[in-house]
């Protein structure tokens, strides 16, 4: 049984897509209203931040639905939704990889990062609602339940193994198809999308890349969304864990960028993650009459991200001492 009803809460869906276009303009409008590039300090603070509100925006779902269910029933939401978040927010390491290969193959100065950021995050959001919306429909049937957990099993597999060579862009089918369907400018006029030259319009390489990240987020969604359908069947938690996650990507960006190549044993924890929500999809919910307890899950999640950055760090570490001599 669902709780949370779109026919019911359909107010509450249009509330929060309203919150969340009202924040997302005053980002753009007031605080990076001039293009700059964003400081480790302003990214930082941006993404406690957004963590903070996601916090809070749990809090006060806990207190309404303990009102108007039961505190058991408030409980096991809250937890569902932490759960969530944690999942997407874990998962999203691989779109900033993705940010950071894309703005170097296109050379993108950072003054202009946060501006391609802002729009593709903006589409992310639109896409994800859609597959949500589809996910919800589609997970009531056994098959597809088995079938997504099958992926998330064999994604986190693939990554397990996978090398680590740096992606070769110049090759990729997705930026070929993009140079097939637009004229390319092949250099970089300030923050700007488009321009026109001889009475041709040219796209630029900020929204080549644009479209790029926006179709990395497309084939990404495919193995998150139905991650967070393995923990719970509230499309309402779902959506709003989701969206909460994809609004720190920018500032958890900016943030890490500087560092991601220290953290070298987070795709195994990635890795895990998947497998572990794939399995309970596929196997650990039924195993435990139906739901595997969502207090378990995150502890295990938690667990299998924390360990691999804290292995990361102990080996970045040894690195730093072997290069030092001691």
């Given at each position: 049984m669902i709780l949370f009803p779109f026919a019911e809460y359909w107010w509450f869906y249009l509330s929060f897509v309203g919150f969340v276009l009202a924040m997302l303009a005053l980002d753009l409008g007031v605080f990076h209203r001039k293009a700059h590039e964003v400081s480790f300090k302003e990214a930082g603070a941006w993404t406690v931040a957004w963590i903070s509100l996601a916090?809070?925006?749990?809090?006060?779902?806990?207190?309404?639905?303990?009102?108007?269910?039961?505190?058991?029933?408030?409980?096991?939401?809250?937890l569902e939704f932490l759960t969530g978040f944690v999942v997407e927010k874990?998962?999203?390491?691989?779109?900033?990889?993705?940010?950071?290969?894309?703005?170097?193959?296109?050379?993108?100065?950072?003054?202009?990062?946060?501006?391609?950021?802002?729009?593709?995050?903006?589409?992310?959001?639109?896409?994800?609602?859609?597959?949500?919306?589809l996910g919800s429909v589609l997970m009531q049937y056994e098959w597809v339940v088995w079938f997504f957990g099958g992926l998330l099993i064999v994604t986190g597999i693939k990554m397990l193994f996978a090398g680590d060579e740096e992606a070769d862009l110049e090759k990729n089918f997705l930026i070929r198809l993009l140079k097939r369907f637009f004229r390319v400018h092949p250099k970089i006029e300030g923050d700007r999308f488009f321009i026109v030259k001889n009475g041709k319009r040219?796209?630029?390489?900020?929204?080549?890349?644009?479209?790029?990240?926006?179709?990395?987020?497309?084939?990404?969604?495919?193995?998150?969304?139905?991650?967070?359908?393995?923990?719970?069947?509230?499309?309402?938690?779902?959506?709003?864990s989701n969206?909460?996650?994809?609004?720190?990507?920018?500032?958890?960006?900016?943030?890490?960028?500087?560092?991601?190549?220290?953290?070298?044993y987070i795709k195994y924890g990635l890795a895990a993650v998947l497998m572990f929500v794939g399995l309970k999809m596929v196997y650990l919910n039924h195993a435990f009459g139906g739901k595997f307890p969502i207090s378990w899950s995150l502890g295990i999640i938690i667990s299998l991200i924390g360990?691999?950055?804290?292995?990361?760090?102990?080996a970045d570490r040894r690195a730093q001492q072997k290069a030092l001599g001691k």
């Open positions: 916090l809070l925006f749990n809090l006060l779902f806990y207190f309404y639905a303990a009102d108007k269910f039961d505190p058991v029933i408030g409980k096991a939401v809250a874990s998962l999203a390491i691989d779109n900033i990889f993705v940010f950071a290969v894309v703005f170097n193959y296109f050379a993108i100065p950072k003054v202009y990062q946060h501006r391609i950021l802002f729009w593709g995050i903006l589409g992310a959001l639109l896409f994800r609602g859609i597959f949500i919306a040219f796209v630029t390489p900020l929204f080549i890349a644009l479209i790029f990240l926006e179709l990395s987020d497309i084939i990404f969604a495919i193995d998150s969304v139905p991650a967070i359908f393995a923990l719970t069947k509230e499309p309402l938690i779902v959506f709003t969206i909460f996650a994809i609004l720190g990507l920018r500032s958890m960006f900016f943030m890490l960028a500087g560092s991601m190549d220290r953290f070298i360990g691999s950055m804290v292995a990361s760090w102990i």
